[in-house]
C-alpha cells in the first residue's frame, strides 16, 4: 500500500516537472550499418547525465543528431518543451545547446575575449567593437569560473585544459541550457579534472544540465547524477549513478564481463636496454639520467606540461636537443633524428595518432609497412608478395579488424587504428618502444587488447616506455614508474611502492627554485 | 562501428578494389569521352586522325610538364616555376646549338643536339633540387620559392635572348626525337611517344617504389612520414628535382618543335599542368591522386583547346573556358570528397 503511494508520488514529481530535453526512439542509419537504433535519452534540468558506451556504440553520432550535425532518420527530439529539428550546429546553440568538442574549436591567434565573443562581438552601430566591454563581460564569465587567465591573452598560448575552460565560459555567455561535454578529460591533468568537475557543479547549481560523455568511467561516477549506457546502438539503460559501479558499467558496455582492466603480466627484468646520460633541452628537458630494461614496462607520470612528451620526442630524436648521450644495449648511438631512432631499434606511438602516427588516406598495407619499405626493397620495386604476407602477419596477430588489407585507415574505428599504428612499429622489431598515452579515446575492450601486447612485447624483451595522464594505468601496467616534474626526474617508484597518492605527492612537489626556473618559459610557450 | 559502417565500395581488394578506383577515375574520363563524341558530332576534321596525331602532339609536352607537377601536388607542394623551366631550357639548349645567343639565322656550329639537350636536361634537375632544398632546410612556402623562381628563370632566358627567339636547325637526333612516325593509317609523334614513356614511368614509381610510397605518405601526413624514419625533406627536394627535370623535358619539346628557344615557349603552362593534375582528381592538399588523372586532365585541357579551334571560338577567349574548367574541377573535386557540409550526400558516423 505504501510502496503504491510512493510510486505514484514519484510519477506525479516526473509528470510535473518535465524534462529539460527528451529524445524519443531516435534511429539513425549509415551505409552499411545501424548507428542507433530507437534510443531513448532525456536530460532534466540542471543535472549531468553522463552518456557511456565504447567506441562506436553510438553516443556522437546521438550528440551530433541532438546539435544538429546529423539528420536523425526518425524519433523526435523535444528540447524546452518545444519539438526540435536543428539542422546545424549554429540553430542548437542559438536554441540554449552548446557542445565542448573533444578537438576544440578555438582560433589560436585570438584572444580569450575574442574567441568567446566570435560570430557574437558587442558592436557600436554594428561596426565599431567595444572593447572594454567585451573584456569586461569576459573577465566577469572567467571569474565566475574561478579562471584566473587574462581575457587579452591568446588562447594558443593557452593550455589544453584551459582552452576547455574557455569553451565553457563561452557556453556560460551563449545562456546555454545544456552543455555537452565529449571527452572533457582526455587531455586534462589530474588538478584541471577537478577544476572542470568543480565548474560542473557550479553549472548544475545554476540549473544548467550537462550531459557528459567519457570513457574515464570512475569519473562519469564522480560527477554524474544518471548513467545512459549505450551498446551497438541501441539504448542498453538509464540509471541513477549511485545504483552503479565500475564493474558493473563495464559489464553493461561491453556486454561481457572483464574481469580486469589491466591484464598485468610481470616479467623478469632483464639487460639494460637504453640508457639516457645528461639530456637537456633548452628550459623543456633538464639534466635526465635514467635506464630502461628489456622486458620493462616504465611508465612516465607527470602533471600536463611537465615535460613528458618533450622527453620520448627528444629521445626518438623528434625535437633536436642540447645535449645528451643515448647507450642502446650498452653501445653509444647518434639519434639526431627520427630515421636515426628508427633505424636504431625505437619506436614511437604517438598521442595524437590521427595527426602524427597514420596516414589516413593509406591503406592498412601501406601503413603497417610504411617503416620497412627499404627492406621490402629489391632492386627498383618494393617485393608486393612479402609485403602483403608481412601485413597480413600482424593483421592476424594483432587481431586488427579491418575488412581486407586495402581497406583505407580512415574507415577503422580508434581501437583498430592504435593497432595499425602499433604494428607499424612492431614490423620494425624494435628494441625500444614509445608509448604516448596509448589508450586516449580508446575503449574499455580495446585497451584490455593494447594492455596484452603490452605484456606480449615485454615478454620478447622490449623495453617500453609508457606516458600516460591517467594513473590507473600507470600503476597498472608499470613495472616502475618515473616521475617528471618541470622537466626534471622527480623520482622513480618500483611497482610494490607506488600509489596516485606517492606519484601525485612527487609530480606536484614544490621545488620552488625549479618552478620558478621553468615556469616563464611554460607561460611564454 | 566504423569497422562496420564501411560502405562496401570501400571494403575492397583484388577485382573489387579495382573496380573501385576506375570507378572513382571514372568522373574526368567520363567528361573526356563525352567531349570527344560530342566534338566528332559537331566537327568534321575531328574524325580525321590527322587531327588526333595533331592532338597527341599538342598533349605531348605539357603532358610531361604536368606529370612533374603531379608528383609535387601529391606532396603537398606546388611548382610554379615549370612555365619558366620550359622556356629555360629551351632557351639554354637552343643557344648550345646556335652557338650563338643571338637571334635570328642559325649559325649551325654549336655543340651537337644531345649535348646541349642533356646540359638542359641536367639544368632542370639542378634548379629543381635546389628549390626543393631552399622549401624543405628552409622550411619556406613552396608557392613563394617557385613563383621567384619563375620570375628568375623567365628573366634570365630573356636577358640571354634579348627577348627575341633562338631560332636552330635541327640536327639528327633532335629530328629524331620531334618527328611523326606513321602506324598505318595514324600519325604518331614521337613526343606523344616520350609522354607516354613519361607516364608509365611515373606510374610504375608512384606504385611500384618505395619512393612513390613515401611521395603519397608526405601528401597525407608529413610529420607522421617524418616519425616513422621517412627522409622527408631529401624525397621533397627530389621531387622538385623531378618536376624541373620534366619541364625541361616539355621545354625541349616545345624548343624543337618550334625550333626556336624563346623565353615565350612556356607561357600558360604552369596554370594548364596544375588544372590538368587537379581535373584528374589529385587533391591539392596532397596524399590523393595519380599519374593517369593527369593524364586525361591534360587531354580534356588541349581537347577543349582545339574543339574551340574547330568550333570556329575566338581564339582570345580560351582563358575563359581554360579557367572556368579549373573551377569547376575544384568544385567536383571537393563535392567528390563530401567536403561541402550543404551538398554531403554520405556521412560516416563520428
Given at each position: 500500500?505504501?510502496e503504491?503511494?510512493?510510486?505514484t ?43 557511456v ?6 553516443k ?5 543528431i ?9 524519433g523526435e ?15 542548437s ?10 578537438e ?9 575575449t ?9 558592436t557600436?552601430g ?12 569576459a573577465?566577469d564569465?572567467l571569474?565566475k ?11 594558443g598560448?593557452?593550455g ?5 575552460m ?11 541550457d ?7 578529460t ?7 579534472i ?6 560542473v557543479?557550479?553549472l548544475k ?18 560527477i554524474s547524477?544518471r548513467t ?11 540509471q541513477?549513478s549511485?545504483?552503479?559501479?565500475v564493474d ?10 572483464l574481469?580486469?582492466q ?6 623478469v ?10 639530456l ?21 607520470a607527470g ?11 627528444a629521445?626518438?630524436?623528434a625535437?633536436p636537443i ?5 647507450y ?14 628508427v633505424?636504431?631499434g ?9 595527426r602524427?602516427?597514420?596516414?589516413l ?5 601501406e ?8 627492406r621490402?626493397?629489391?632492386?627498383l ?22 575488412s581486407?588489407?586495402d ?52 615478454k ?15 600503476l ?15 623520482g ?11 606519484i ?9 627554485q625549479?618552478i620558478?626556473e ?8 | ?10 571494403s ?10 576506375m570507378?572513382?577515375?571514372?568522373g574526368p ?6 567531349l ?8 568534321e ?11 597527341a ?5 605539357i603532358?610531361v ?5 603531379t608528383?609535387?601536388i ?6 610554379l616555376?615549370v612555365?619558366a623551366?620550359?622556356?629555360?631550357a629551351?632557351?639554354?639548349a637552343?643557344?648550345l ?19 646541349a639537350?642533356?646540359v638542359?636536361l ?10 626543393g632544398?631552399l ?6 612556402n ?24 633562338i ?17 598505318g593509317?595514324f600519325?604518331i609523334?614521337?613526343p ?14 608512384l606504385?611500384?617504389t ?24 631529401l624525397?621533397?627536394?627530389t621531387?622538385?628535382?623531378i618536376?624541373g ?10 624548343m624543337?618543335?618550334?625550333q ?8 600558360n603552362?604552369?596554370?594548364?599542368s596544375?588544372a590538368a593534375?587537379v581535373?584528374?582528381?589529385?587533391s ?29 571560338v575566338p ?9 572556368a ?22 556521412r560516416?558516423?563520428?
Amino acid at each position: 500500500m505504501s510502496e503504491t503511494i510512493l510510486t505514484t508520488a514519484s510519477d506525479t514529481e516526473s509528470t510535473a516537472k518535465p524534462p529539460l530535453l527528451e529524445m524519443r526512439s531516435i534511429t539513425k542509419r549509415f551505409p552499411g550499418v545501424l548507428a542507433l537504433s530507437e534510443v531513448d535519452f532525456d536530460v532534466r534540468k540542471g543535472e549531468v547525465h553522463a552518456l557511456v558506451g565504447e567506441n562506436g556504440a553510438g553516443k556522437s553520432t546521438l550528440m551530433k543528431i541532438l546539435s544538429g550535425v546529423y539528420e536523425r532518420d526518425s524519433g523526435e527530439v523535444i528540447f524546452k518543451g518545444q519539438p526540435v529539428a536543428f539542422r546545424n550546429p549554429r540553430q542548437s546553440q542559438l536554441a540554449g545547446i552548446t557542445t565542448i568538442y573533444q578537438e576544440l574549436n578555438q582560433v589560436p591567434y585570438l584572444s580569450v575575449t575574442e574567441n568567446i565573443f566570435l560570430g557574437t562581438e558587442l558592436t557600436r552601430g554594428g561596426v565599431a567593437l567595444k572593447w572594454s566591454e567585451m573584456h569586461q563581460q569576459a573577465r566577469d564569465l572567467l571569474a565566475k569560473l574561478h579562471l584566473d587567465i587574462d581575457p587579452r591573452t591568446l588562447v594558443g598560448r593557452l593550455g589544453v585544459g584551459m582552452q576547455q575552460m574557455v569553451e565553457v565560459a563561452k557556453a556560460l555567455y551563449h545562456k546555454a541550457d545544456l552543455i555537452i561535454m565529449d571527452e572533457p578529460t582526455s587531455s586534462l591533468s589530474i588538478r584541471e579534472i577537478n577544476d572542470l568537475f568543480n565548474i560542473v557543479r557550479e553549472l548544475k547549481a545554476e540549473g544548467v544540465s550537462v550531459i557528459y560523455i567519457s570513457h574515464h568511467l570512475e569519473e562519469t561516477f564522480r560527477i554524474s547524477d544518471r548513467t545512459t549506457v549505450l551498446r551497438d546502438g541501441h539504448l542498453i539503460k538509464t540509471q541513477p549513478s549511485a545504483d552503479l559501479n565500475v564493474d558493473r558499467l563495464i559489464r553493461l558496455m561491453v556486454g561481457r564481463d572483464l574481469s580486469e582492466q589491466f591484464p598485468k603480466e610481470i616479467e623478469v627484468r632483464g639487460d639494460e636496454v637504453l640508457r639516457i646520460e645528461g639530456l637537456n633541452q633548452g628550459a623543456t628537458l633538464r639534466d635526465i639520467n635514467f635506464s630502461a630494461y628489456a622486458g620493462e614496462v616504465l611508465g612516465i607520470a607527470g602533471l600536463v606540461g611537465a615535460g613528458r612528451t618533450e622527453l620520448v620526442r627528444a629521445i626518438f630524436g623528434a625535437d633536436p636537443i642540447d645535449s645528451g648521450t643515448f647507450y642502446l644495449d650498452g653501445k653509444k648511438v647518434n639519434i639526431k633524428s627520427s630515421r636515426d631512432a628508427v633505424h636504431n631499434g625505437i619506436g614511437l606511438l604517438t598521442e595524437d595518432r590521427k595527426r602524427q602516427g597514420l596516414f589516413l588516406q593509406m591503406t592498412v598495407r601501406e601503413n603497417i609497412t610504411i617503416s620497412v619499405l627499404e627492406r621490402l626493397t629489391r632492386g627498383l620495386t618494393t617485393n608486393r608478395k612479402r609485403e602483403v604476407e608481412l601485413s597480413q602477419q600482424y593483421i592476424d596477430s594483432l587481431a586488427i579488424k579491418t575488412s581486407g588489407q586495402d581497406q583505407l585507415a580512415i574507415n577503422l574505428s580508434g581501437g583498430t587504428q592504435q593497432k595499425v599504428v602499433l604494428s607499424k612499429w612492431l614490423v620494425t622489431k624494435p628494441r625500444v618502444l614509445i608509448f604516448d598515452e596509448p589508450t586516449r579515446g580508446i575503449d574499455v575492450g580495446a585497451k584490455v587488447e593494447i594492455y596484452r601486447m603490452m605484456n606480449n612485447l615485454a615478454k620478447q624483451g622490449v623495453a617500453i616506455l609508457m606516458v600516460s595522464s591517467e594513473l590507473p594505468e600507470i600503476l597498472g601496467m608499470s613495472d616502475r614508474i618515473m616521475v617528471v616534474t618541470a622537466g626534471r626526474i622527480r623520482g622513480f617508484l618500483d611497482r610494490d611502492e607506488a600509489s596516485e597518492q606517492r606519484i601525485m605527492e612527487l609530480a606536484t612537489a614544490t621545488d620552488r627554485q625549479t618552478i620558478a626556473e621553468v615556469l616563464p618559459d611554460l607561460f611564454s610557450e | 562501428m566504423t569497422n562496420t559502417s564501411v560502405d562496401t565500395k570501400q571494403s575492397s581488394n583484388g577485382t573489387a578494389g579495382f573496380v573501385r578506383r576506375m570507378l572513382a577515375n571514372t568522373g574526368p574520363l567520363l567528361i573526356l569521352v563525352a567531349l570527344w563524341i560530342i566534338l566528332m558530332i559537331l566537327s568534321e576534321p575531328f574524325r580525321n586522325p590527322r587531327t588526333w596525331g595533331l592532338l597527341a602532339l599538342e598533349v605531348a609536352a605539357i603532358g610531361v610538364v604536368a606529370a612533374g607537377q603531379t608528383f609535387v601536388i601529391l606532396t603537398g607542394g606546388i611548382d610554379l616555376s615549370v612555365e619558366a623551366m620550359v622556356s629555360f631550357a629551351g632557351v639554354v639548349a637552343a643557344i648550345l646549338i646556335a652557338g650563338t645567343s643571338i637571334a635570328g639565322g642559325q649559325v649551325a656550329n654549336g655543340l651537337p643536339s644531345v649535348v646541349a639537350i642533356a646540359v638542359a636536361l641536367a639544368a632542370g634537375i639542378g634548379i629543381g633540387m635546389f628549390q626543393g632544398m631552399l622549401i624543405t632546410l628552409f622550411r619556406m612556402n613552396p608557392l613563394i620559392v617557385t613563383l621567384g623562381f619563375r620570375s628568375m628563370l623567365l628573366g634570365v632566358a630573356l636577358v640571354w635572348t634579348r627577348g627575341a627567339g633562338i631560332n636552330i636547325l635541327k640536327d639528327g637526333p633532335l629530328t629524331a626525337i620531334t618527328t611523326v612516325i606513321r602506324v598505318g593509317n595514324f600519325p604518331i609523334p614521337v613526343p606523344f611517344l616520350i609522354a607516354v614513356v613519361v607516364y608509365l614511368a611515373s606510374w610504375f614509381v608512384l606504385k611500384h617504389t618505395k619512393f612513390g610510397r613515401y611521395t603519397y605518405a608526405i601528401g597525407g601526413n608529413e610529420t607522421a612520414a617524418r616519425l616513422s624514419g621517412i627522409r622527408v625533406d631529401l624525397v621533397k627536394a627530389t621531387i622538385y628535382g623531378i618536376s624541373g627535370f620534366l619541364a625541361a623535358i616539355g621545354g625541349i619539346m616545345v624548343m624543337g618543335r618550334l625550333q626556336s628557344g624563346a623565353y615565350q615557349n612556356g607561357t600558360n603552362m604552369t596554370l594548364a599542368s596544375v588544372a590538368a593534375v587537379v581535373i584528374g582528381g589529385t587533391s591539392l592538399s596532397g596524399g590523393i591522386g595519380g599519374i593517369w588523372g593527369t593524364l586525361i586532365g591534360v587531354t580534356i585541357i588541349r581537347i577543349v583547346e582545339a574543339g574551340m579551334v574547330y568550333l570556329d571560338v575566338p581564339s582570345t577567349a580560351k582563358e575563359i573556358v581554360i579557367g572556368a574548367i579549373i573551377v569547376l574541377a575544384v568544385m567536383l573535386d571537393v563535392i567528390r570528397r563530401g567536403e561541402v557540409p550543404w551538398l554531403r550526400i554520405r556521412r560516416r558516423a563520428g
